[in-house]
């Protein structure tokens, strides 16, 4: 018995419990950016005084050294890990809104082709593929863009231009005077509509810190990227047997405006961004801070050169030279392939082989 319990004290005083473990990974968590920010500044403060030296012009570095580097405190009632849960949950809807929106449009023309191609007089059967996919092409090159951008000027500002994009290129769909432009138009509609499907997930890793709450808005935003796809094609399938093809979009387009208008409320999420505006009212507040303090991502460079050769390029650097990245863009290019494979399939077997309406 004494044998089987020494181990036991042990372990239990050379482990830390599992609380422990997860305070002291939430601190670390919380003050990694800070950490990173201060070694990148160091690094370039280091390559700045070689290349001052080179070039012979004085540049104090002793003020820099005393810069002051603002940060979450344990918590916070600014960390978006420490708002509400009424809060939280308001975010979640108006995020699962826009996710709605993204996916109804992609599969929106599916049973309205045949309507659409007998009024611009289409008769070649490959090109009635096109209206699905120029939109998912805009669907894939999208979130190269958008993702990045939103980890350097913050969620809220490009959720809701891309959004307003979005609504306007939905409009130009049921204006859409010809077959070449409503190609184009929906290629532009598909670029905008993969803002949410990029940043809305930046947005609940934002605000839910817990694994376990995190995890059930993440299968709230699985389960809305399959829920448009599904109900886009029955909304294009009663319009245009009964008030016309353009109304799909139409549709589309009163639910984009509805989503527009609560979408004004959503709040910056983006903990870097939000750190930069703490640091701003400090040095406000006192003029005499003004050179002291400053937010980790001020400590990086923000050119253009740095965002066309780091931030823009990190998916792509991403995709290429991480492996579990590109197996798992890969795996998710299968499985896309294969269900909106599915729409171009569903009016041929369903309404020619059992002769059902393109609604049913």
Request: a negative charge.
């Amino acid at each position: 018995m004494s044998h089987s319990s020494e181990p036991r004290e042990d372990v239990e005083s050379g482990l830390p419990s599992l609380e422990r473990n997860r305070s002291s990974l939430t601190d670390a968590v919380r003050r990694i950016d800070e950490y990173d920010a201060r070694e990148r500044y160091e690094a370039r403060c280091e390559e700045q005084g070689l290349d001052d030296e080179k070039g012979g012009s004085p540049n104090s570095s002793s003020d820099e050294d005393e810069k002051t580097i603002v940060s979450w405190e344990e918590n916070d009632p600014e960390n978006p890990y420490n708002w509400s849960n009424k809060k939280k949950f308001f975010i979640l809807c108006l995020t699962m809104m826009q996710v709605i929106n993204s996916t109804l449009g992609s599969a929106l023309p599916s049973n309205a082709i045949p309507f659409i191609t007998a009024e611009f007089g289409i008769t070649n059967q490959q090109a009635q593929v096109l209206p699905i996919s120029v939109y998912l092409i805009g669907y894939v090159f999208g979130p190269v863009l958008w993702a990045p951008l939103s980890e350097h000027i913050g969620r809220r500002t490009l959720t809701i231009v891309t959004f307003v994009m979005f609504t306007i290129w939905t409009m130009a769909c049921a204006l859409a005077p010809n077959w070449p432009s409503l190609l184009v138009f929906r290629l532009f509609v598909g670029v905008f509509a993969s803002s949410p499907i990029a940043i809305v997930t930046g947005i609940l890793a934002d605000v839910y810190g817990n694994h376990e709450t995190r995890g059930r808005a993440m299968t709230a935003f699985m389960v809305m990227t399959t829920f448009g796809p599904l109900f886009a094609p029955i909304v294009s399938g009663f319009c245009s047997t009964s008030i016309g093809w353009r109304w799909s979009f139409w549709v589309a387009l009163i639910y984009a405006g509805l989503t527009l208008l609560p979408l004004v409320f959503l709040p910056e999420t983006y903990g870097p961004v939000l750190l930069v505006r703490r640091a701003r009212r400090i040095r406000k507040a006192d003029p005499s801070l003004a050179a002291s303090v400053v937010a980790p991502s001020e400590l990086e460079r923000t050119d253009f050169k740095q965002l066309a050769t780091v931030v823009l390029t990190r998916p792509l650097r991403m995709i290429f030279f991480e492996p579990i990245v590109s197996c798992t863009c890969a795996y998710l290019a299968l499985v896309y392939t294969i269900f909106y494979m599915s729409f171009q399939a569903f009016p041929i077997i369903f309404q020619k082989l059992y002769g059902l309406s393109p609604g049913v």
